[in-house]
């Protein structure tokens, strides 16, 4: 069992074969945090919590208390969950108010539990670990002054390595208590020397790797937005400034939550670091009558010794076996093409038959009509919330059945979160529109106003829409789009002493209706997207299996944000596209979007020959090492924030394959340049398709393929290298003959 509670030292310790968690409960019912890192068989706790600085002292039936020992300190000791409004000035744990208006907090241990399996009683997005996969430690803690009940909760998992917290506030008081602030977790460090890296961005360029010192102002990654995740993306790393990708110790966080979140990171007076995970504050506040709770979200806690590649692959597993649905986990993705960057919304039922015949023509399988195909939408100022066919200017059904007939898969974008005021809906049910009762002039973005799906009548009205088409038109793929931000945000639905908890209720609606969907069709491949890549966290992945990771398929850009996204998320989640972007050549972009789940967004009726012959190549190509991609374990080997180029592997679990990617930015002359290859079997032989060349992996390893040549801007690389059993007598050169035999020309 991975959780042992030592009696007599009121010690926890949780658990795996390469880290360590352990905490105890002090003799004033505090529960101190004592340790987080590489595997410790024990730990004396006197020495971890020691403090030399002043006695914790206070007063007693009016004389004065002095503890004797140091081991602790109410202002500076390491907490589980910090006091509020007490002698610890770190940024705290909760913030919780009643009529009284003083919120003083102090909670101190009750009782705890453990068990196989997770918190039977939290609803929203969790690993799907069994009971024999996992063991749950609960906490429960009272607070001093009020019957305010806070329960704590360590899963860890031996299996994958892996610690899930997250946290419940009950109210057994008789009045209502008003929480300000509410965190999963609070993780307290006895030093400073680390860097947080955070991921930001926006439209066109998500996930933009951000490295920043640990400092001793409060140093805050979070996201006010509601929902759609581009300014900050839900994961960080904190890692030993010596990190790097294969060495040195990084904490890897992950929010299983797609709404408004806070890490709050704090160097205190004695440079130790507190750090805590909350949801944002801001647009926050929930109000619990008597027996109300309140859960926070679940986060991933990862830690490694061995550098940032570890803490990728143990996402990367826990996120493919555990979050995705099952149905979807490791299947091989569709290769899709979609209509967006081909005709935008100019399209009629001749333009796409030409359109699918291409498609299946150029060895592709799935064909997506993007936006433009519903009520009377031709640009992006009218329609959403009408769900119907716009039969005026598309025969709908007969796309779908022709391309169906064609023997490819059909898929079709929505946006359901969304309303126009130019539709239908908002005529009829202008209160469906999520804004406050006193706005009388809306902000509007992208001209539209978000559903309030707070209400489950307009929840229930757009999904029976949607229902209805998808019964009819039997798509295989749906795009789930989610276009702007939430602004004026307060539900008419909610009652005033509830309106501060529209932001999260609001992340709720959406996974109820992604669930409601899911329910209905466990089958459909949903890929949910928010303007590009505006919602790409463990939380949808725990509904839609793959996410559109970016509107920008430049690759001068793109690969800078797909290198982050890597960092947290399997391949095969990502929603990655060839297109006519400026930079690199459809075979340079077809490298890069190999690594994901792989389709086009171009006028294929437009392309060359020459053009769909590379297209049938590369998808030939995709289909048969895709299952690299979507099982396989991902090494970053040249980080695009550091260096010129950007390279990456992929091993099969089997190490009998191994995919590489490698590309420069700016134009390089001639010069040594090797790329050592990663996670191969030392022993073992791999032909190689860079240079048709067998060599052992510990050769590829550790002298690593010599491309000491000149490279042209945003030139790229694929290849393979796949298991050989032994070196045959004559080197096996993977090439075939042209121009008459006078050649031999590499095949890939
Ligand atoms: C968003 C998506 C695009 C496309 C458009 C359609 O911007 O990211 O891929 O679907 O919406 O309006």
């Known amino acids: 069992m991975p959780i042992k509670f030592e009696e007599k030292r009121k010690i926890f310790h949780l658990y795996t074969s390469n880290f360590s968690y352990y905490m105890h409960v002090n003799k004033y019912n505090y529960l101190i945090h004592l340790y987080h890192g590489n595997y410790l068989s024990d730990i004396s706790k006197e020495r971890v919590s020691e403090r030399y600085m002043e006695r914790y002292a206070f007063v007693d039936n009016g004389k004065e208390v002095q503890d004797e020992d140091y081991y602790f300190s109410t202002f500076a000791s390491k907490f589980e969950c910090a006091p509020y409004g007490k002698h610890d000035k770190r940024n705290p744990f909760a913030v919780i108010n009643d009529k009284s208006n003083i919120d003083i907090t102090n909670f101190l241990y009750v009782e705890h539990k453990m068990y196989p399996g997770v918190d039977p009683h939290f609803t929203m997005p969790y690993p799907r670990f069994t009971a024999k996969e996992c063991q749950t430690l609960e906490i429960i803690l009272k607070d001093e002054y009020r019957d305010i009940y806070l329960h704590m909760y360590y899963t860890i998992s031996e299996k994958y390595n892996i610690l899930v917290r997250h946290s ?20 307290d460090f006895d030093n400073d020397d680390m860097d947080i890296v955070a991921y930001h961005g926006s439209w066109g360029s998500e996930r933009q790797k ?49 709404g408004d979140f806070s890490y709050q990171f704090k160097v205190d007076e004695i440079n130790q ?38 803490v990728t692959q143990i996402f990367h597993d826990v996120a493919r076996d555990k979050i995705i649905r099952e149905t979807w986990a490791k299947k091989e993705r569709p290769i899709l093409i979609n209509s967006w960057e081909a005709m935008y919304m100019n399209f009629d039922t001749d333009r796409l038959i030409k359109f699918i015949d291409k498609a299946k023509e150029a060895k592709i399988d799935l064909v997506v009509i993007d936006d433009g195909w519903f009520g009377h939408r031709d640009d992006d100022k009218s329609s ?11 025969d709908l059904q007969k796309i779908a059945d022709y391309t169906h007939s064609s023997g490819l898969k059909f898929g079709l974008w929505f946006e359901p979160e969304m309303i126009s005021p130019d539709s239908e809906l908002y005529k009829v049910h202008p209160e469906y529109a999520l804004y406050a009762d006193n706005v009388k002039n809306p902000t509007l973005q992208r001209h539209q106003l978000v559903l309030d799906s707070i209400n489950p009548e307009a929840r229930e009205h757009v999904l029976n829409q949607i229902f209805k088409v998808v019964d009819a038109l039997k798509p295989d793929y749906i795009k789930w789009d989610f276009n702007r931000y939430l602004s004026e945000a307060y539900s008419k639905y909610l009652t005033t002493e509830h309106k501060k908890e529209t932001y999260h209720r609001f992340v709720l609606a959406s996974y109820s209706m992604f669930n409601a969907f899911i329910t209905r069709y466990p089958n459909i491949l949903v890929e949910s997207c928010a303007a590009g890549g505006g919602r790409f966290d463990f939380g949808m992945l725990y509904y839609t299996p793959q996410i559109w990771c970016s509107d920008e398929t430049d690759i001068a850009i793109r690969a800078k944000i797909n290198y982050s996204t890597n960092t947290f998320y399997p391949l095969s989640t990502q929603g990655t596209h060839v297109s006519m972007r400026k930079n690199g050549s459809i075979r340079d972009k077809a490298c890069l979007a ?4 792989y389709g086009y967004e171009m006028d294929i009726t437009k392309s060359s020959d020459e053009d769909i012959k590379t297209i049938q190549f590369m998808n030939d190509l995709f289909k048969k090492y895709h299952s690299v991609v979507t099982k396989g374990d991902y090494y970053a080997i040249y980080d695009p924030y550091t260096t010129n180029y950007v390279s990456w592997n992929v091993v099969s679990k089997n190490k009998k394959k191994c995919l590489v990617y490698f590309m420069i930015f700016n134009k390089e002359q001639t010069h040594a340049r090797f790329i050592k290859l990663k996670g191969l079997d030392k022993n073992k032989y791999y ?12 050769f590829y390893m550790n002298v690593g393929l010599n491309i000491s040549a000149e490279f042209g801007s945003y030139d790229s690389m694929l290849f393979v290298l796949e298991e050989v059993n032994s070196i045959p007598a004559k080197i096996y050169r993977k090439t075939k003959q042209v121009d008459g035999g006078k050649r031999e020309k590499l095949l890939w």
């Not at 419940?168 to 993780?187: D, G, R």
């Not at 959403?384 to 598309?394: E, M, S, Y």
């Open 594 to 597: 190999f690594f994901g789940t």
């Open 687 to 698: 032909f190689n398709s860079l240079t048709n060349d067998i060599y052992k992996g510990d």
């Open 273 to 310: 670091t507190r750090m805590i995970v909350s949801y944002n504050p801001e647009n926050f506040m929930f109000t619990l009558n008597k027996d109300e709770e309140l859960y926070s979200f679940a986060v991933l806690c990862v830690h490694s010794n061995e550098g940032i590649n570890k």
């Open 210 to 258: 951000e490295v920043i010192p640990l400092n001793h102002s409060l140093t805050e990654i979070s996201d006010n937005h509601g929902e759609r995740g581009f300014y900050y993306n839900q994961n960080i790393l904190l890692k030993s400034k010596d990190a790097t990708l294969d060495m040195g110790e990084v904490y890897g966080f992950g929010l299983m939550y797609s």
């Open 384 to 394: 959403l919330g009408d769900w119907f066919i716009n039969t005026k200017k598309v």
């Open 168 to 187: 419940k506030v009950v109210n057994k008081t008789n009045e209502p208590i008003y929480v300000h602030k509410f965190s999963a977790m609070e993780l």
